[in-house]
């Protein structure tokens, strides 16, 4: 019988991935163009409008990633430890873009490309270093279930250590600019409107990711299950 | 069945865990020819490469000495999973007729004293030998009493880490190499608190109170560890 999608369902999906192009584009746009120069970092300000975003995105996949972990423990379906790997990972490429766009903005707004003890900057690095952790784990065990299990647990105790890296680097004194607090955007109207279309931009374009990696994985493990038939009709 | 045996209670298995593990340990002395000589070896390199007559102590130390902890302790619990992974002791242990929860605890137990009796003997002879120059650290009895319950408070929550770690990678490949990366990077965040703390408590003027309030994040952090590596371990084991 033919696996092919409807072209409706083609439709469907492809929205996330224009509206994310448009927006993006739309919102860079809106920084360059209409959004006025910050008095006090002058251009280098602008980097604002993508790194804020992707930072976002890249706490909030790690969270839904954790989640996912948490459900595969609970009701063992391989759908959701494939959720768990696709949020992962794209959280591991937004936090290590984060970082890099968080230190091309650190070199004019703080003197130093890595600055040294700084509770963002550093619990960002640790984020990305337990994420490198997790697919060191996986990438460890070749049995699928067990490798589902023992991921699954290392998400766990990743997300847990990310919670503590944050509360033990937020001891510290922060120099990090605070935009955005629980009350209001500290923001200017036409900033504002830049950053949300960037927002919206970075959550397609993030959608997008996790879907097509989601794909990767379901292609990945049927692969998989077909050689092992093969291999025990040859046996 | 009138004929079954009773199973012993709980704390007696967990005991006799310990007691292997510690039999184990005084026969062979491999915890302490290995993970003490790394620790001594680390304060050696530091005391050769850091000149406290330079920088202080008081500042640099904490750092220093809970980063030669840290290495002690990972080789520590390296040595301790290899020994299960050489002759199938885990594939025994998990045949045995007790909870898995009871082998966790069991693992547990003795990793913390081990770890905390190599920690206190590393930092010990750090302050020991290390503490000299303009930031020296003068110790009443009161900051030596702060100093170990924070090494007990920290040094519990890295063998809390590391059991559950050591146990996950016993039987994956590469596992000997992957355990001292994981618990390299996940210790980060505890290693943060440890050294804030220490440095904290070798400054100047420092308050008990101030101290007694980080120390309740830290114990806070081993709690959370704990349950979750508690609740998480069965499907670690599970086969």
């Known amino acids: 019988m033919s696996q092919g999608k409807s072209p409706m369902k083609d439709l469907l999906a492809a929205v996330p991935f224009v509206v994310g192009i448009v927006a993006s584009a739309w919102g860079t746009q809106l920084a360059f163009h209409v959004a006025p120069i910050e008095r006090t970092l002058k251009f280098s300000q602008k980097i604002f409008y993508w790194h804020a975003p992707i930072g976002m995105a890249a706490i909030i996949v790690t969270l839904i990633g954790a989640g996912a972990a948490v459900t595969y423990l609970i009701n063992r379906r391989l759908g959701a430890d494939r959720v768990a790997e696709a949020c992962l990972e794209v959280a591991m490429l937004a936090t290590a873009v984060s970082l890099i766009t968080g230190c091309i903005w650190a070199k004019p707004a703080w003197g130093d490309y890595f600055p040294l003890g700084e ?101 990945r493990d049927d692969l998989e299950s077909c050689e092992q038939l093969l291999m025990e009709r040859e046996a | 069945m009138s004929g079954e045996r009773r199973r012993p209670p709980a704390w007696r298995q967990v005991l006799a865990l310990v007691r292997k593990d510690a039999l184990l340990e005084l026969r062979s002395k491999d915890l302490l020819a290995s993970a003490l000589t790394l620790g001594l070896t680390c304060l050696g390199l530091i005391a050769f490469c850091v000149d406290f007559l330079i920088l202080r102590f008081d500042q640099v130390g904490p750092a220093v000495l809970w980063i030669a902890v840290l290495f002690t302790a990972i080789t520590a619990l390296s040595r301790t999973f290899a020994l299960e992974r050489e002759d199938g002791c885990l594939e025994a242990l998990l045949l045995a007729p007790m909870g898995r929860t009871v082998l966790f605890i069991g693992k547990l ?131």
């Open chain 2, 109 to 239: 137990v003795f990793n913390t004293l081990a770890l905390n009796l190599l920690g206190a003997l590393v930092l010990g002879g750090g302050v020991l030998f290390l503490n000299q120059g303009p930031g020296r650290v003068v110790f009443d009895g009161e900051r030596l009493g702060w100093l170990a319950l924070v090494l007990v408070v920290h040094v519990t929550g890295l063998a809390v880490l590391g059991t559950l770690l050591g146990l996950m990678t016993l039987r994956s490949r590469r596992g000997e190499l992957l355990l001292p990366l994981l618990q390299g990077v996940l210790s980060l965040p505890i290693l943060i608190l440890a050294v804030i703390e220490t440095r904290f408590l070798f400054a100047s003027v420092w308050s008990a109170e101030r101290l007694g309030e980080l120390l309740k994040l830290s114990l806070a952090f081993d709690v959370l560890f704990l349950t979750a590596a508690v609740l998480l371990f069965p499907a670690v084991a599970e086969e």
């Open chain 1, 119 to 219: 509770p963002r900057v550093t619990g960002m690095f640790v984020l990305l270093l337990i994420l490198a952790c997790y697919f060191a784990v996986r990438s460890s065990v070749e049995e699928p279930l067990r490798r589902a299990r023992i991921s699954g647990v290392m998400a766990i105790i990743g997300a847990i250590n990310g919670l503590v890296a944050y509360f033990a680097i937020h001891i510290w004194n922060t120099t990090h600019p605070t935009v955005f607090t629980a009350r209001e955007a500290r923001l200017e109207e036409t900033m504002l409107r830049a950053f949300l279309w960037c927002l919206v931009g970075t959550v397609c374009l993030t959608v997008v990711l996790i879907r097509q990696r989601l794909r990767y994985a379901r292609l």
